[in-house]
């Protein structure tokens, strides 16, 4: 098991963002759903945005569209896709309009605030606290404040060539969730393409699960097996359990042209 208390603690951490016009802050969300989870994602391809915002009952997630608007789409409490919405006609409106306003004003930033908020990241890691973008002229500036969870302190690999990890494909009835596989090669000039072992979530937790491959020479691989898995679980939760700080900055810009911000 991993020892938790080697993780780094949360730290405060200040950007300063021109947001420009906040118009989704203008618009009323129903108080009866509570405040809700954010998640925005840029395609470089498309170059457009998607946007989730979730409740406990319920999800909607909307796309930007090639030449302006977007489309929606729900999911239940589960997660599940569903052709209705999990809330009143007057919660749906009001949520979708909200969404709708939001996801436009983000889409507006981009890809600028892609590249701010990995501006902000990278100061982060280096060991400030606070980040403020670059202005042309007087423009009114927005103040995002966010905790950022530290992450566990882990060593590098001390096991013999080096490996890499990616994501494993997932079956439609696969009970594991997110999973990866630990890569490996001998070979520290070829790229590692021995699955080694795996770590995935266990469904609607976030308790993370090892395990060795079978067929290893772990002589070979430099470590014990369970050596291995150890520093793999450490791996996955901090690269896909605890919230990267790049991540937590835009949730913390989301519910800034949100008007949320201020809500516990």
Known sequence: MTDMSLRLPTRR???????????AATLPLPTSLGKPNLFGEWDDETELTSLYVGFGTGQVHLDALDGGGAEHHFHDAAGDDTDTSPWGPGDTAQVVAWST???TDVQALMPGLVDDVDDAAAWHDSGFDLWVCEVEEPTHLDLVEVDIEGELLTLPWLGAGHVEHDHVEEAPDDEREHPIALLWAADELRTPDRPIAEAWLRPGTEQTVTRALPGVDWTAV?????EVLSWLEGIYLNHHVLPDPAGTI??????????IDGID
């Open 13 to 23: 951490f200040r950007a300063v963002f021109a947001l420009g016009p906040r118009h």
């Open 101 to 103: 306003a939001l996801l």
């Open 222 to 226: 430099g470590m014990p097996a369970d």
């Open 250 to 259: 835009l949730t913390g810009v989301l519910e800034r042209l949100g008007g």
